[in-house]
């Protein structure tokens, strides 16, 4: 029972990189996430997906982009990394966008852009 | 705009005293609430939500929590604290209705001194 996958778990990339996180869903669940975690700040949305497909801006999009292609997959892709988006980034899937849904969450991935 | 406030950002509490870790939200709506805990190097999860009816609500892990909506708290409670409990703990809230996901609170980190 794998639930939310995220690939790779560790990554150092170079400013002005691109590089794809990849996160994969075993629970058919309809709703994806990707959050970004930086020390003193929680957990901030970058981007979800309400079904395959279909992508929305969170709190904090800018240099990110995402894509749904399959239900079980939601990509996250930066084009060209800065410092700033050094960060631990978590994906998450929920059923739906109910209110009562409880969503799961990977493992993480630490990025570092040097 | 909805948001999700921790007051206490770093929490010590004795081994076998109890614990209480405050949450307030700001939401248009029924709020639908969720805390979850992360280890280090760990990714998230849940240890109770509230939906409605009963505003006391069971978690795992000995955890509960008091829903106020005339305080608009959410403040998670344990009777006896362990030093397994040692992790970062973080309150949100359910905004799908407004256009966006769960929404999280900045955290606090629990240390337990024995």
């Known amino acids: 029972n794998a639930g939310v996958t995220q690939t790779p778990k560790f990554r150092v990339l170079k400013t002005g990189q691109s590089m794809t996180l990849l996160c994969a869903q075993d629970?058919?669940?309809?709703?994806m996430y990707w959050y970004r975690q930086d020390p003193g700040m929680g957990l901030r949305l970058i981007h979800y997906?309400?079904?395959?497909?279909?992508?929305a801006k969170g709190e904090v999009p800018d240099g990110y982009n995402v894509s749904r292609l399959k239900k079980q997959n939601f990509l996250l892709g930066l084009e060209s990394a800065a410092p700033s988006q050094t960060s631990v980034y978590f994906c998450?899937?929920?059923?739906?966008?109910?209110?009562?849904?409880?969503?799961?969450f990977g493992q993480g991935t630490r990025l570092t852009v040097v | 705009a909805q948001s999700v406030t921790q007051p206490d950002i770093h929490i010590t509490v004795s081994e076998g005293a109890s614990l209480e870790l405050r949450c307030n939200y700001s939401?248009?709506?029924?709020?639908?609430l969720f805390w979850y805990v992360q280890s280090p190097g760990q990714g998230l999860q849940l240890l109770l939500k509230?939906?409605?009816?009963?505003?006391l609500v069971q978690g795992i892990k000995g955890f509960e929590a008091e829903f106020k909506r005339s305080q608009s708290s959410f403040n998670l409670r344990k009777p006896s604290v362990h030093w397994s409990d040692a992790a970062e703990y973080f309150c949100?809230?359910?905004?799908?209705?407004?256009?966006?996901?769960?929404?999280f609170g900045k955290g606090t980190t629990l240390s337990v001194s024995s």
């Open positions: 998450a899937s929920s059923y739906d966008g109910k209110q009562n849904t409880e969503a799961f």
């Open positions: 629970m058919n669940h309809e709703y």
């Open positions: 997906s309400v079904g395959e497909g279909t992508t």
């Open positions: 939401y248009g709506a029924t709020p639908y």
């Open positions: 509230y939906f409605s009816g009963d505003t």
């Open positions: 949100a809230v359910g905004a799908w209705q407004a256009g966006t996901a769960l929404i």
